[in-house]
């Protein structure tokens, strides 16, 4: 038998679990009351100015919409908005007209729109698509105001588009004197500090030096140039406070490196103006911290001479750590106009030269296709062939890659950042790279010699290269006693090698019969030709054909690059429309 307050016990359980089941299936039906009805917020119909409707017919969402400020303007604004972006059905007139209406409606309500997303939008395609008149407008509406809305949210994709499509001086005018005196602080801000690097590229000289300046201390933000200078001349002006000059610029430069906004050319400019100023050993410390925030300096000549500077005096764990953050990249940066000089630099200053050969040498050797035909790739193989020389290298690039000291502050003696001699490095890098280069240049020679470029590299390996030269000056020989018809045809072969050879496996397959049943109609048409028109269609030819190799090549090696002259299908159509003309000339010299 059970305890009489066990049965109690077990009854009270028993109640409470029913009247919890009663409270949860009354909630239930109550929220289900309604589910057939056609008044859910997603079956409502939007709301609409024109209908009296009171606020107790309306959803939750509707009756937030219309106790939203300007939100009847909002309405009627984003029918204008429609219609002014829509790039197909609308014309310029209407659009300059469709503006026009939408600032007079918008007229002392600006600011109010611009600081949410809907709005700022809708002001950022008046901005876009509007005249100089409709963008005078909106700057003068908003002077005083630019820079507080630089660091919002949504508004500041409205001063980005303010800029770029600044069209008149006064606009451009009107902005940096807003923006100039804060430029240190909105560089370190999340949102405005793309504003800053924007308006950096527009501005003239002068406007540049300014916003350097501020970087410089206090006293340049209040007291302004009227002239382009450098850093030099303003330690010259400025002697007694050139320590405190150096130490600010040190400081808000390292500020900014920490906050990886490296990437900005207006950093470039002041690190630049730091490195040729400062000592040895502040460059020394400067490049611990620039050391895994490199990469991002190449894309400018400011950037890289910085770059370049920051290899030459890290250390040699911190020289490692760059080569392995490079590694496949490494032949993509040769080839960049002023990233080159970073590879170059690397080459000349590392002691490890296996880790080179490992993460850069063999990358340069897998794509010399691309390197070697490149203004500015050959020259990363030139420098291991011929270190430094005056023939290939500018006078500023020469400079770059002196060696560098840095001074023992215990015992004052400086000492070389690289301890490894300039002889031995050189070797043990043109053991690597000579026989993979002779080898290449054998193979290619006719095309080598053709380009401006390649023709160069042809020369060292045969002067400097580690080796049997042999071969290369056997084919040499050869090719020089050839007349110019033989000239051609043999050009026209080696540069039809791989191609050949991939006829050669599919000989027996169905679409070679028929291509060359087709080829001997062809020729049974056209029998009768002479010697004059023979060499006028092979010389058309051949200019045709080496037009399609320059291209191919270009193509080829601007894959990765930000730099491009062609499209992907206009290279495809070229080549394809010269392809055809080839095939008809090669018939009717057979």
Same mark, same amino acid.
């Given at each position: 038998k059970q305890h009489p307050t066990q049965t109690n016990m077990s009854e009270s359980r028993n109640s409470k679990k029913s009247t919890g089941f009663k409270r949860s299936r009354d909630k239930f039906n109550k929220n289900n009351k309604n589910k057939n009805n056609d008044d859910r917020p997603f079956k409502r119909k939007k709301y609409d100015d024109k209908k009296n409707v009171s606020l107790d017919d309306l959803s939750k969402r509707q009756k937030k919409q219309v106790k939203r400020t300007h939100f009847q303007i909002l309405a009627q604004s984003k029918t204008y908005w429609e219609r002014i972006r829509d790039e197909q059905n609308t014309s310029n007139e209407e659009r300059k007209n469709l503006i026009t209406e939408l600032l007079k409606l918008l007229d002392g309500q600006l600011l109010n729109l611009i600081l949410k997303h809907d709005g700022s939008r809708i002001v950022q395609s008046c901005v876009k698509f509007g005249?100089?008149?409709?963008?005078?407008?909106?700057?003068?509406?908003?002077?005083?105001?630019?820079?507080?809305?630089?660091?919002?949210?949504?508004?500041?994709?409205?001063?980005?588009?303010?800029?770029?499509?600044?069209?008149?001086?006064?606009?451009?005018?009107?902005?940096?004197?807003?923006?100039?005196?804060?430029?240190?602080?909105?560089?370190?801000?999340?949102?405005?500090?793309?504003?800053?690097?924007?308006?950096? %590229?527009?501005?003239?000289?002068?406007?540049?030096?300014?916003?350097?300046?501020?970087?410089?201390?206090?006293?340049?933000?209040?007291?302004?140039?009227?002239?382009?200078?450098?850093?030099?001349?303003?330690?010259?002006?400025?002697?007694?406070?050139?320590?405190?000059?150096?130490?600010?610029?040190?400081?808000?430069?390292?500020?900014?490196?920490?906050?990886?906004?490296?990437?900005?050319?207006?950093?470039?400019?002041?690190?630049?103006?730091?490195?040729?100023?400062?000592?040895d050993n502040d460059k020394d410390t400067n490049s611990k911290a620039l050391s895994s925030e490199v990469i991002h300096l190449i894309r400018s000549k400011r950037g890289s001479y910085c770059a370049a500077q920051c290899v030459s005096y890290s250390t040699a764990k911190e020289r490692k750590k760059i080569i392995k953050g490079v590694q496949e990249e490494g032949y993509l940066m040769s080839m960049e106009e002023y990233g080159h000089i970073f590879i170059v630099r690397l080459l000349d200053v590392t002691d490890d030269t296996v880790l080179i050969n490992k993460f850069i040498v063999k990358h340069l050797i897998d794509h010399i296709d691309d390197v070697i035909f490149d203004k500015h790739g050959r020259l990363s193989i030139l420098h291991i062939l011929t270190p430094k020389s005056k023939k290939y290298f500018p006078d500023y690039d020469l400079e770059l890659l002196e060696p560098c000291f840095v001074r023992n502050t215990v015992s004052g003696e400086s000492y070389r950042t690289s301890k490894k001699e300039d002889s031995k490095r050189r070797e043990e890098l043109l053991n690597k790279v000579s026989q993979p280069l002779l080898d290449y240049c054998k193979e290619n020679l006719n095309n080598l010699l053709r380009d401006v470029y390649a023709s160069s590299v042809v020369e060292e390996v045969i002067n400097h290269a580690i080796g049997d030269k042999t071969p290369i000056l056997d084919e040499l020989i050869e090719l020089c006693s050839l007349d110019d018809n033989d000239y051609d045809n043999t050009n026209n072969k080696h540069k039809n090698k791989n191609d050949d050879k991939k006829k050669n496996k599919n000989k027996n397959n169905n679409?070679?019969?028929?291509?060359?049943?087709?080829?001997?109609?062809?020729?049974?048409?056209? %029998?009768?030709?002479?010697?004059?028109?023979?060499?006028?269609?092979?010389?058309?030819?051949y200019l045709k054909f080496d037009d399609i190799e320059e291209i191919k090549r270009e193509f080829e090696e601007q894959k990765g690059a930000i730099r491009r002259k062609l499209t992907g299908k206009q290279t495809y159509d070229k080549f394809k429309r010269v392809s055809e003309d080839m095939e008809v000339v090669e018939t009717k010299i057979r």
């Open positions: 005249t100089p008149i409709h963008k005078k407008k909106i700057c003068i509406e908003l002077k005083g105001k630019w820079l507080s809305l630089a660091k919002q949210q949504y508004s500041s994709f409205l001063v980005l588009s303010m800029i770029k499509n600044a069209s008149t001086n006064e606009i451009r005018e009107i902005l940096f004197h807003e923006f100039s005196g804060n430029v240190l602080n909105l560089l370190k801000h999340q949102e405005a500090s793309d504003i800053i690097e924007h308006l950096y %590229k527009i501005g003239d000289d002068i406007q540049k030096t300014r916003f350097v300046e501020e970087l410089y201390g206090n006293e340049f933000v209040l007291f302004k140039t009227s002239e382009v200078r450098d850093l030099k001349t303003v330690l010259k002006q400025y002697a007694d406070k050139k320590q405190n000059i150096m130490s600010t610029l040190s400081r808000n430069l390292n500020i900014l490196i920490t906050k990886k906004l490296v990437y900005q050319t207006i950093i470039h400019h002041a690190l630049s103006e730091y490195y040729k100023n400062a000592g679409n070679n019969k028929n291509n060359d049943k087709m080829k001997k109609k062809k020729i049974d048409e056209n %029998k009768d030709i002479s010697e004059k028109d023979k060499k006028y269609i092979l010389k058309r030819a």
